[in-house]
């Protein structure tokens, strides 16, 4: 694999299920390959990474899925081994399954607490003491999953002036402003789903004007016009991602788990454990129709993620349960994906591209 056709990516997993922590690879541009150049194990149960920049250099972010919750930095050497940056620092809730960089903060999801908690960056990308935590409030129908709030997913929108939070546990997507002075967060707005859907992760359309939440307690997506002026999200309609008759079966339920949004805006893909699946969908030009094309196998059990490469020619799914990451060439006219390989990952939770 030549210098010129080689991307980095970063794969995460459950060191308390076996996994190696966070392993950096190279990736063939040409044939989406990856292979493993290191791995650290130096923070537990890294489920979720996320890249910033500082000083000119690429600086990786971790949670520590843990109870109580952290978070981590690290920096990427030449030798691509992730060495620690500053302090792992308590994100003064439990269970982080998300974080997000923006405004010189670090966000992170906490699922376990139902909160969402901001760290300030030094100029080096290491992050501080928590600034601030808000914590959600509300629960849902379903009493084994819902009866506590459960913030699953904290990312910014595409101006950049807003937090979008998702709960799982509310059903429901929380809007907040960031103060990047202080570091406080401020609820802005609450947008109730359906109940009893377990909304768990969304994407945003290129154009900016449409997101997809994906629910996870129900296989389906959920179609919302996003104001960026207003900061407020309208719930349009609901699609399925598997095909009717096709959910697995009550002895098999379908918990989706990532949505994808193509870099063109004319596709959507989610993960599907359970079914263990990639649903293909298909958008309208103006990306308030979604229509289900198609569900492919993931290429293991347990899709826990889903991530397009930056060309956007390669779908990546990390397998938790087989302890894979299998790999996808897209087909550019239909979406549907067509399994290209598998690299082992034992515990793979996230794959993410520098």
């Known amino acids: 694999m030549g210098a010129d056709h080689a991307q980095r990516a970063f794969i995460g997993s459950f060191t308390s299920a076996g996994g190696r922590g966070i392993i950096v690879a190279a990736v063939d541009r040409d044939t989406g390959e990856p292979t493993a150049l290191a791995a650290t194990d130096a923070v537990a149960d890294p489920s979720f990474l996320a890249v910033g920049r500082a000083n000119g250099t690429t600086v990786l972010y971790a949670v520590s899925e843990t109870s109580p919750g952290a978070a981590a930095a690290f920096t990427l050497d030449d030798d691509g081994i992730p060495r620690p940056l500053g302090e792992v620092r308590p994100v003064g809730g439990s269970g982080p399954t998300h974080l997000a960089v923006t405004e010189g903060h670090l966000l992170t999801a906490n699922y376990g607490s139902g909160s969402v908690t901001a760290l300030p960056l030094a100029e080096d990308g290491a992050p501080g003491p ?34 979008l939070s998702v709960d ?38 290129p154009s900016g004007r449409h997101l997809y939440v994906l629910n996870e307690l129900e296989p389906t997506v959920t179609v919302c016009r996003w104001d960026a002026v207003a900061g407020r999200v309208e719930p349009l309609g609901e699609t399925p991602v598997l095909p009717e008759g096709n959910d697995g079966g009550a002895a098999v339920r379908t918990y989706p788990s990532e949505v994808v949004v193509s870099h063109d805006g004319r596709f959507l893909w989610t993960a599907n454990r359970g079914h263990d699946s990639i649903s293909v ?23 826990r993620d889903l991530t397009l490469d930056p060309s956007g020619q390669w779908l990546y799914a990390a397998n938790e349960h087989s302890g894979n990451v299998s790999w996808f060439a897209v087909d550019a006219e239909t979406g549907i994906p067509a399994h290209a390989g598998s690299f082992e990952a034992p515990a793979a939770s996230c794959v993410i591209f520098a």
């Open 168 to 205: 799982l546990g509310t059903d429901s997507v929380r809007v907040c402003a960031l103060d990047a002075g202080t570091g406080s967060l401020r609820l802005h707005t609450e947008t109730a789903l359906r109940p009893g859907t377990g909304p768990r992760h969304l994407a945003f359309h």
């Open 281 to 303: 969908l298909t958008l309208d030009e103006s990306g308030e129709k979604a229509v289900l094309v198609a569900a492919v196998g993931c290429g293991g059990r347990w899709p």
């Open 130 to 163: 928590a600034s601030d935590v808000l914590i959600h409030e509300g629960s849902g129908p379903d009493e084994s999953r819902q009866s506590a709030p459960h913030a699953h997913q904290v990312l910014a929108d595409p101006s950049g002036a807003w937090l």
